[in-house]
């Protein structure tokens, strides 16, 4: 129960006052009237008595009666019963009372923590207490109980009238008759010779004062001073004395009474509407109580507003009538102020106390006179006789309910009476006795009301006695209300008994009771009374000592429900607003979901839109569990209310809560949407919309400009660089405001996202956006024109809207409606804020703690002057390839922009794919595409077919092709593209080696010619993809060659290598290619090159077929040295051999740059090596041994393949490359597979290092022999049986080093095979010798062999061992040797023996 | 049988609620929601007197003239609520005690579910079917 202003004392006191009446003649209401005011109204302010008066009770005591107060009132005499129930006048009346007290707007409210609820209430109700008065006050006197009887009559007569003492006369007699004749039923008289008090008014501006003072005279003398008083007044004249100001105690009393008075006045005028019209109200309300049943009530908004209109205009029409209502008392001056307020204390204190006193003597002799006889045998001559006191059956009550009626003279209302008077007087202790004697009469007499009635004002008296002699007796009172309200069924007492026990209970902290109490008695006949109670039953669960917060939100709800149904909107909105915040945000989405509706709803109803739309706004943003149909009932209605609103102010657009827009998916796009083909053109893909943000790729885009910007800056990255984003998302690094071009468009991308289950639709969206230059905010909104129609069904989310602007500001702005149906019915217009919430920080420890979130400059764009903008276009820009297939095609680089640039570049994650050409030798390629029409891709040369032809051969710098990185500076003329200039060049592709889709990228990079702008650079992004489909595998490998060095001509010691290249035909396409053509092979190397081809048939131009193998045969021979290998400038010797007509210079564009583009990374690993062991020469075994057996030969194969495709032969041209490394080593063009790697047991133990290998086999070649013996040797043996050959043994040393080398020729090997063979040959002479070979060197070394039969012999057994000659430590190595060298000897016969040999 | 079943976290927001007239399922929240002051009290209330041996079960809430309210707290504060129909006098408090510990089970797993988020609210059949077991079934 909530504060009230006055305390229990005195609001229970004043509950139950002495009632005094008033009869007024004419002429005294004729001077009354002229303040504005009746006799009545005239005494009310003073009738609170200020000092202290006295009463004896009947045992002599004197006992003190304070602040009391007497009420006066105007006899209005009516008929019929009383009634249990109010009758519709005083139900309108409460219900004007509650409605014009309403919580002032920012009253003070108490904040009140409880848990982890904070809530804001008012404590006081003053519309509860003001209920409360008027209800006590308009309580129909009942005949059970007296305290509102009339006690005295004050009969007031003007001394003006031409005879007061006859008036006084008439009016006496006209009181005796409203007592007595019994016409009347109201009002009631306590004591059947009522107090009659004669007032003489005497207005002294018009009467004369002597006669008043005469007739008062006359007076004193009939009734004697103690009843009759002079009162007089109206002093001041209405001129004179204007100004002065009076205060007006009238007004707080008589505000009441002018309520009364109108709704009288309606009651009349409008006695049947209002009622109707209230049932409507409550009608269409009641199905909101607690469930949500809204289908049914569509647009009863629209009858509710009519309703409430119709009301407010009902109960202020009357408002009208009583004007000039505010100046009460303006006849009086303080003066007649104070006579009035003498004049009451007078007759309080010397009528009617002494008339009460005198009553309460008399009753009590009565009472004390009966003493005598018990009471049970009082019942029993009751019983036998029935004397006197027969009781009355009311016919109009149900027998059940009440029990009997006592006559008013019968012996146990005296009791009652007696007790009634001793409560007005205040002397409650004998008060109580009565009481209490008198409620056992009642009860044993099965008189429930009146026993009810004995049962509460004992409570109450009990509970006034001062020094509490006994505690309050609840059960009194609950007895009393039970009775009241289910035998009785009177309603009106049983309320005014709870109002009282509930306050009672509550200044005693009892909460829990009084709630429980005020509860029960909430019905279905009063929604105002259960409102009213329900609302202070919440007030005592607040109040309790451990607060129970959501008893006293869902009592409110209650209260609001009830408070709606009773008309009260005002009160139902404030109840439900109180309530709303015990609901808020804590997860119970239906019950807030509810309350917003009903929010929504009577917000609207009393011209509050705002509130209303902020309330259904909060439903349709809260995650909604409500079904479809209920949610496009909340839909409509806020559409409905929202339309209301724009109606009335569209200067601004408000918020929409709908859709959602899902802010950090959001997208912005700098630059204009590229196109992706034109024509033959294939435009550069860059970057789109309709890429998804990848987290590598992006990292791999970052690399490749970082590369390009070391480029650009001599190999340093600055570290203000910043990589170009052109799409930023809500994973891109949004912290730094992004930087757009003047006159280019961005494109923002927003995700919207509808939580209903109901379609909505969107229309007409746009952004608004806001420009400032140079940070001053000279801003205004701008919005960009774009139309998009738009339909987000159930719970779907769309991204929508690609709208494109300038400059931009964080607003959307769009229409919406929902779903198809109602598109052109309900359309409302708002916007919503576009404001991205950056990611979570989660640094510090702060950040951890509190949920802060970085800022996000996506949407704040820095805009810069002018910048080139390039575009780049591909043309016959294939997607498929054979592996090392060589294309041409060309590349369109168009500036776009109004500004020049420069400093084009480019990168790449595949920098073997593709070249330019190298700056010599692109002048002579045709620069149009069309002119080159099925044109090889090579240089090429026309040479004649020469069997057994030698390589032809070119010297060439690896400066002129390889690019130190991998960025590609890219040639254009002028190295400047002006505006709108555009310039084509050439790019040949060389398929990547292995088969597959390869993704490639580039990374154009340009420049504008201004230097110093707030974009250094920009960048655009390609992305191709090449599927690579296999075409041959070549296997190379190298090995010595045996062939004595006399043999070859130009080789200066180490001899020949030879080199076998296996070529395998491996396409696996059935119908396309046809066959593979070799036309070319060639080699590049620093120190080797291919001389001659050796393939043992003739077969030049070799041709495979699917799944064909060929194999070709070559020897190699060391390089020249030139002079410029001296230099730091290395040179690479190209040796092409053709095989076909043509030769293909190897050493110019397409195929010397992707040579160098695919070998960079091998040879610059063979580079390091082979520069290493120069240092440290020989030191080293095992770079002794690496540098005789390093090769790095690099073989180029060139092919063509024959490829039909739509009915027509092409011709498709490629190479392959070939490393070989190592003699004996076979190199493959193909890389291996890469093995999936298998799972390896985890050790746990690290596995002991591999023990070093000497690297014998490797030095087993430092030396290579030959033998050198005619093949032939005829020798007769019957002459001679000795036969002796002479053998010489040419040993080559293939190192760097200086070798000691061992000849061993008796050295017999172990393997069986070789000792059957040579057994039967010796060599003869000196059978061991010890050499040193100078690096390089070649010596001959002259033997002899000695054979004793003819036959075929392996001359090929001497041991070798070498070592070099560095390593003392070492043992000799035994040797390579070569194959076996086999002679064979004939035995002649003597015919033809040569005269020479036989010596 | 229970017409409404309710699972409350040690926050007071609602992890479940399942009653069985769907249509009036707002009067249900209510007083789900209004029950739980009484918990709170009685937990208060349990707490001073017992210590550390508290009786889980909290027996009859409160009745209201159609509902009868009982409650049932966890060690971690988590609350269970069963409504039951006040006509239906065939239910012993016995019996309202099991179900109560039949629910606090099945809440046990679906809290040992390792992919549960404690403090989502509860989307399990099991624990579903469990519910509607002791629901009243309709039509």
Known sequence: MAQCVQSVQEFVQDSFVPMVAVLCSEEADRITRKNNLNFAELLRPFCRLTSEGHIRDPNNQVQVVKNLRICVNKVVTSEGTTSAALNPAQRLLLNEVVLSCQPQEGAVTNVMTTGDYELNFSATTPWFEAYRENFLQSMPAADHEFLNHYLACLLVVSSTEAVPVEQFLKLSQEQHRIQHSGEYTNPKWFIPNTLKYYVLLHDTSEGDEQRADAVYEDMKQRYGPQGCYLLKMNSRTFSAEKDEQIPDPWSQYLHKNILRNQVSKVTLSKCTRIPLSSDVMSGSLENHALLLDTANSSGSLHTLSAVNTDLKKGARDPDVLVVGAGSHGACLTLNDHDHIRQFVQEFTFRGLLPHLEKNIRQLNDQLVSRKGLSRSLFTATKKWFGGGKVPEKNISEPKSTCGLLYPPEAPELQIRKMADLCFLVQHYELAYSCYHTAKKDFLSDQAMLYAAGALEMAAVSAFLQCGAPRPYPAHYMDTAIQTYKDVCKNMVLAERCALLSAEILKSQGKYSDAATLLIKMTSEDSDLRSALLLEQAAHCFINMRNPMVRKF????????????????????????????????????????????????????????????????????????????????????????????????????????????????????????????????????????????????????????????????????????????????????????????????????????????????????????????????????????????????????????????????????????????????????????????????????????????????????????????????????????????????????????????????????????????????????????????????????????????????????????????????????????????????????????????????????????????????????????????????????????????????????????????????????????????????????????????????????????????????????????????????????????????????????????????????????????????????????????????????????????????????????????????????????????????????????????????????????????????????????????????????????????????????????????????????????????????????????????????????????????????????????????TASPALIIINNTCEACWPADRRT | MAVCIAVIAKENYPLYIRSVPTQNELKFHYTVHTSLDVVEEKISAVGKSLGDQRELYLGLLYPTEDYKVYGYVTNSKVKFVIVVDSSNTSLRDNEIRSMFRKLHNSFTDVMCNPFHNPGDSIQSKAFDGIVSGMMVQTG
């Open chain 1, 553 to 1376: 939100a869902f009592h409110m709800i209650l209260a609001g429900h009830r408070f709606s149904k009773a008309g009260q909107r005002r009160h139902a909105l404030r109840c439900y607003c109180q309530a709303m915040q015990v609901y808020k945000e804590r997860g119970w989405s239906l019950a807030e979901d509810h309350i917003n509706f009903t929010i929504g709803r009577q917000s609207f109803t009393l011209r509050q839109p705002e509130n209303a739309v902020i309330a259904f706004r909060q439903i349709l943003i809260n995650d909604s569990r409500q079904t479809a149909t209920q949610q496009g009932a909340f839909l409509r209605e806020y559409l409905y209310v929202y339309k209301s609103v724009i109606g009335a102010n569209d200067i601004s657009l408000p918020q929409l809560p709908l859709p959602c827009i899902n802010s950090s998916a959001t997208r912005v796009y700098f630059g204009h949407e590229r196109r992706l083909a034109e024509g033959e053109k294939q435009a550069a893909t860059h970057v789109s919309l309709d890429q998804e943000y990848d987290q590598d790729s992006s990292a791999m885009w970052c690399h490749l400009e970082e590369q390009l910007v070391a480029s650009v800056n001599r190999g340093i990255v600055p570290a203000n660089f910043q990589t170009t984003q052109c799409c930023l998302n809500n994973q891109t690094d949004n912290l730094c405001h992004p930087l757009a071009v003047v006159e280019e468009p961005i494109i923002v991308e927003i995700t919207f996202k509808n939580p209903l289950k109901v379609s909505l639709s969107l229309s007409n969206l746009s952004l608004l956006w806001k420009f400032s230059s140079d940070g001053t905010s000279s801003s205004k909104e701008t919005k960009t024109e774009d139309l998009t129609e738009e339909t987000i069904t159930n719970e779907e989310t769309t991204a929508v809207g690609y709208f494109m602007l300038y400059c931009l500001r964080h607003s959307v702005d769009f229409f919406l409606s929902i779903g198809h149906q109602t598109l052109d019915l309900m359309v409302v217009r708002g916007k919503q804020n576009l404001k991205i919430l950056g990611p979570r920080l989660n640094l510090t420890k702060e950040d951890k703690m509190l949920i802060r979130h970085g800022p996000d400059r996506r949407l704040d764009p820095i805009i810069t002057p002018p910048m080139p903008l390039m575009e780049v276009f591909f043309l016959q820009f294939p997607t498929a390839l054979l592996c090392g297939e060589i294309r041409k095609a060309y590349v369109e680089f168009c500036n776009v922009s109004g500004v020049a640039l420069c400093g084009l570049r480019v990168a790449s994650t595949h920098p073997d794919f593709f070249t330019f050409g190298s700056q010599a030798t692109t002048p002579l390629t045709p620069i149009s595409p069309n002119s080159a029409e099925n044109c090889s891709a090579y240089k090429t040369l026309a040479t004649a077919l020469q069997p057994g032809s030698v390589a032809s051969e070119v010297l060439v710098s690896a400066d002129d092709f390889s690019q130190p990185s991998g960025v590609i500076e890219i040639p254009i003329d002028g190295s400047t593209l002006q505006s709108g200039e555009s310039t084509q060049l050439p790019l040949w592709l060389r398929g990547p080696d292995q088969e597959g889709v390869h993704e490639i990228n580039f990374l154009f990079y340009y420049e504008s010619t201004e230097k110093g702008l707030k974009i250094s650079h920009r960048v655009l992004r390609h992305t191709v993809f090449i599927c690579a489909s296999r075409s041959l595998s070549v296997q190379a490998s190298a090995c010595r060659s045996s062939v004595p060095p006399h043999h070859c001509q130009d080789d200066k010691g180490s001899g020949g290598t030879l080199v076998f290249v296996d070529v395998e035909n491996i396409n696996t396409s059935e119908g396309g290619v046809r066959e593979f053509h070799i036309v070319q092979v060639s080699s590049s190397s620093q120190h080797w090159r291919l001389h001659k081809y050796i393939n043992p048939d003739k077969d030049k131009d070799c041709k495979l077929g699917s799944r064909e193998r060929a194999k070709l045969c070559f020897r190699a021979t060391r390089c020249k040295p030139h002079q410029a290998t001296l230099d730091a400038v290395e040179k690479y010797t190209f040796a092409d051999l053709n095989l076909g007509n043509e030769r293909i210079i190897s050493s110019s564009t397409p195929c010397g740059d992707f040579f160098f583009r695919s070998s960079s990374r091998t040879s610059s690993i063979g580079k390091s090596q082979a520069s290493l062991p120069t240092e440290d020469r020989g030191s080293d075994i095992t770079s002794i041994v690496k540098k005789c057996n390093d090769l790095d030969l690099n073989i180029i194969i060139i092919w063509k393949a024959y490829v039909v495709e739509d009915n027509k032969q092409l011709i498709l041209e490629g190479q392959l490359h070939v490393a070989l490394q190592t003699i004996g080593k076979e190199a493959s063009s193909l890389t291996p597979k890469e093995e999936a790697q298998e799972m390896v047991l985890l050790k746990f133990k690290s596995e002991l290092p591999p023990p070093v290998v000497l690297p014998c086999a490797e030095l087993s070649q430092l030396i290579k022999t030959n033998l050198h013996y005619p093949e032939t040797y005829t020798h007769p043996f019957v002459q001679d049986s000795l036969c002796l050959v002479p053998v010489t043994l040419t040993l080559s040393n293939c190192s760097l080093a200086q070798v000691d080398v061992i000849i061993d020729l008796k050295h017999k090997s172990s393997s069986p095979e070789s000792l059957e063979v040579h057994s039967s040959f010796a060599w003869v002479g000196q059978t061991q010798y010890n050499l040193q070979l100078k690096p390089q060197e070649v010596l001959g070394l002259s033997l002899q062999a000695c054979f004793l039969r003819a036959g075929v012999y392996n001359l090929n057994t001497p041991q070798v061992f070498a070592k070099p000659s560095e390593q003392s430590a070492m043992r000799e190595t035994s040797q390579q």
